[in-house]
């Protein structure tokens, strides 16, 4: 079974700032996707980037980028220029590419602080 | 328009009451989830509805119960409730279910407090 590990409970950041969320995955298999999902206080789980495992190039959505090391499976959520709407619970998420495989496994989430 | 909508938004019932939960998508999506979600904890997957037709049932106890009357509509009826239940359901959807790459849109969820 896959799994996924989110080894910081809690990060915080200051505004302007650039902070790295990380998510490390296990998995035997060779095809699936990471997520990045986020969920402010107000509780409504919004996706903020997607990758596919069979693209090499990271994923980029304005100031969102992760770093994709599928060697050693890890995903890790760059922020640039932090704002204090980033501050939000944020969960990485993994799903299998096999036909089938419909569910999302999520790690235990990392509480991200924006400090004004 | 990536939007799921979720009513109520906070719910309070008894152990003995029926209640219901309501999650509407217009995206055309195929596939409807339920998640709960208790505080500071990741959601956990509940059902999943592909084409209108239940696909996976996590184990889920029987007070709860799901519930497509058409692609677009997502129930969850809820009946014989304990505390334990009390958390955040969030209602999700994706555009189909076989498809090798999809999204899940969640909704803003239904906090439902059992007493």
């Known amino acids: 079974a896959q799994t996924v590990t989110q080894s910081q409970p809690e990060m915080s950041v200051q505004e302007a700032e650039t902070v790295t969320l990380s998510c490390t995955y296990d998995?035997?298999?060779?095809?699936?996707?990471l997520f990045w999902y986020k969920q402010p206080p107000s509780r409504q789980m919004i996706l903020v980037i997607r990758q596919e495992a069979y693209k090499q190039q990271n994923a980029t959505e304005n100031r969102f980028s992760v770093n994709f090391q599928k060697a050693a499976k890890s995903f890790s959520l760059k922020i640039s220029d932090s704002q204090l709407g980033d501050a939000a619970m944020y969960f990485c998420?993994?799903?299998?590419?096999?036909?089938?495989?419909?569910?999302?496994?999520f790690g235990k989430g990392t509480k991200l602080t924006v400090n004004p | 328009d990536t939007e799921v909508t979720q009513t109520p938004k906070h719910l309070v019932m008894g152990m003995t009451n029926k209640k219901s939960l309501k999650c509407e998508q217009h995206?055309?999506?195929?596939?409807m989830y339920w998640y709960k979600q208790k505080a500071k904890k990741p959601p956990e997957l509940m059902f999943v509805?592909?084409?209108?037709?239940?696909?996976i049932n996590e184990s889920v106890p029987s007070r709860f119960s799901p519930e497509c009357p058409n692609s677009s509509l997502l129930n969850l009826h809820l009946h014989a409730l304990q505390p334990e239940d009390s958390a955040l359901y969030l209602c999700a959807s994706s555009q189909d279910w076989d498809n090798l790459f999809y999204t899940q849109y969640f909704g803003p969820g239904t906090r439902l407090t059992v007493l």
């Open positions: 998420a993994y799903r299998s590419a096999r036909g089938g495989s419909e569910k999302l496994v």
């Open positions: 995206m055309g999506h195929r596939a």
């Open positions: 509805y592909s084409y209108e037709k239940l696909s």
């Open positions: 998995t035997s298999e060779s095809d699936y996707y």
